[in-house]
């Protein structure tokens, strides 16, 4: 008797605790605005037209994606309700929302999908260019029906299809101009849970709730981006309550501990989506064009001190040429902790073999980025201990990026590349040959036929263990060649107001901010 008392008592118990934590539990709010600091300007709002961050994180809100990738890189229908992929990979159909609108207005229909993938996406954009070059037609058989054809299968295909590497632009918004001098670059309308309002260089840009979304409406009221290039003033911003989140890419490393110890913030760390810090190197002439030299300045560079001291340790240096986030893609055999440990003697041998001395080296970055000058005055502090100076020229993010990815005015430049899920997406255009002009692809001038041989086949490979050996032997050649000086995988932060609920919903952080509320 005793027992079965004890048990019901039990049973009592966790029914009160589970009662009173649904009580305690607190319904999405609406009201509200949600502040987010960037570190630079976008060069404009179209992402059709660039992989960069800024431009990236306002377009996610403001435009849609045919699917968007949840917190486990599944993907989950937006513009797109639901679609099919055919036996042999090489047809996939998908079938639109018919409530999907722009913000003037206009439906949004497979037109604008089939405008917007051959006149944006394929010309301009780094990522679905690849992707791109494999499609033998876009048929629209009726307004709200797309069916993408292939020429052979491409493996990350619907991992693409985010508004982040596809964002459906407005076919009659743009049609009959130049996508890179349309006003609506600047002035966007889109589909999405956000409609812009207004852009203050060097401000902010403020977008407002759409009431109209075709699915529910964000619960946040108003959306701002605020612009603050400076690491310790973003800092400072998100401890007095100004902003209210900062995202890894313009998190200062070194404010970091005093961050965690606040109350008021909530700090998050983990691996999401793999992301490569590395540095370009201009191998089309001089010293650089030697591949000793790249080896040498790989010896020369202490990636562990980097890592320490410029990214608070939050990263990894057991990498190959395309990390080590996919084991699938990575081979020790290939690892630069054990190709190239940090040995200034060797570096000094391989110099003198390669006959270079006196050799002076412009090391440009994104001035927004805190952590890049810290790296890039470690890296001085090597290089000059075997006889190479380092100019560092720090650049506002716009003049970076023409200065690297189309002048190439530059001799090292230090970039972070995300995989977007797959290496196939982010990775591939680190390598493969690309011509000037295009910004976030090769800007080193290298060009292998047979490593882009490699990646083209691994394109069209679904199984990982088959496509690992392709890596395995792409990856042989990129570690003796070295035209990219890969540092570190990193380990990904973000720090928030304590109060914000419904964060991190998207396997990206800038996606699904419509889903973000204010607790009480």
Same mark, same amino acid.
């Given at each position: ?79 797109? /309700? ?15 929302? &018919?409530?999907?609108?722009?913000? $003037? ?44 054809? !292939? ?5 990350? !295909? ?45 401000? #902010? ?28 003033? &973003? ?48 191998? #089309? ?6 591949? #000793?030299?790249? =080896? ?21 240096? +057991? ?26 003697? +060797? ?47 720090? !650049? ?5 990026? /023409? ?53 083209? =086949?691994?394109?069209?490979?679904? $199984? ?33 107001? +304590?109060?914000?609920?419904? =964060? #991190? ?16």
């Amino acid at each position: 008797m005793r027992r079965r008392l004890a048990v019901v008592l039990s049973v009592l118990l966790v029914m009160l605790v589970a009662a009173c934590s649904l009580a305690g539990a607190q319904a999405p709010r609406r009201g509200g605005s949600l502040v987010v600091a960037l570190g630079a300007d976008p060069e404009h709002l179209n992402p059709a037209l660039t992989t960069s961050y800024p431009a990236g994180a306002v377009g996610a809100s403001v435009y849609s994606g045919l699917i968007w990738l949840d917190e486990k890189g599944r993907p989950q229908p937006e513009l797109a /309700e639901s679609w099919t992929i055919s036996e042999d990979g090489r047809t996939y159909t998908f079938y639109l929302r &018919r409530n999907a609108r722009w913000h $003037d207005g206009q439906p949004v229909t497979s037109a604008d999908v089939k405008y917007t993938m051959e006149n944006m996406l394929g010309p301009y954009h780094g990522r679905f260019s690849n992707a791109y070059a494999l499609l033998e037609g876009i048929d629209t058989p009726d307004d709200y029906t797309v069916v993408l054809r !292939l020429r052979e299968p491409y493996a990350p !295909l619907m991992t693409l299809l985010t508004v982040f590497d596809a964002p459906i632009l407005p076919k009659h918004i743009y049609e009959g101009t130049n996508p890179l001098e349309n006003p609506a670059n600047y002035n966007p309308v889109g589909s999405g849970p956000f409609v812009f309002r207004e852009w203050v260089r060097g401000d #902010r840009v403020v977008l407002d709730r759409n009431p109209d979304y075709f699915e529910e409406p964000a619960y946040i009221d108003r959306l701002i981006y605020r612009i603050i290039p400076e690491d310790l003033s &973003r800092a400072l911003a998100l401890e007095v309550g100004e902003v209210d989140v900062v995202w890894g890419l313009y998190l200062p490393a070194s404010e970091l501990p005093r961050m965690m110890a606040n109350p008021e913030l909530d700090v998050w760390q983990g691996v999401r989506i793999p992301s490569l810090y590395f540095v370009f190197v201009n191998t #089309r002439e001089g010293a650089l064009a030697d591949p #000793r030299v790249r =080896q040498a300045l790989m010896h020369a560079i202490d990636r562990e001190q980097v890592v320490e001291q410029a990214f608070m340790g939050l990263g990894n240096t +057991k990498v190959g040429p395309f990390g080590a986030g996919f084991f699938w893609a990575y081979d020790e055999a290939t690892d630069y902790s054990n190709l190239y440990p940090y040995d200034p003697a +060797k570096a000094r041998q391989l110099l003198a073999e390669a006959g270079v001395g006196n050799l002076t080296l412009r090391f440009v970055y994104d001035s927004a980025r805190g952590p890049f000058r810290t790296a890039g005055e470690i890296i001085r502090d090597n290089l000059r201990q075997v006889g190479i100076n380092i100019q560092l020229v720090p !650049l506002e993010r716009s003049v970076m990026v /023409e200065q690297v990815y189309t002048r190439a005015a530059f001799d090292l430049s230090m970039q972070s590349f995300t995989s977007s899920g797959d290496p196939i997406l982010g990775y591939h255009r680190i390598y493969v040959t690309a011509a000037p002009g295009t910004p976030f692809v090769n800007a080193t001038g290298y060009s292998n036929p047979e490593v882009d041989a490699l990646l083209q =086949q691994a394109v069209s490979v679904f $199984d990982f263990d088959e496509r690992a050996q392709l890596y395995r032997r792409a990856s042989e050649i990129l570690a003796r060649d070295l035209p990219v000086l890969v540092l570190f995988d990193e380990l990904a932060t973000e720090v928030s107001n +304590k109060r914000l609920r419904g =964060q #991190r919903e998207a396997l990206d952080v800038r996606d699904r901010l419509e889903r973000v509320w204010w607790a009480e």
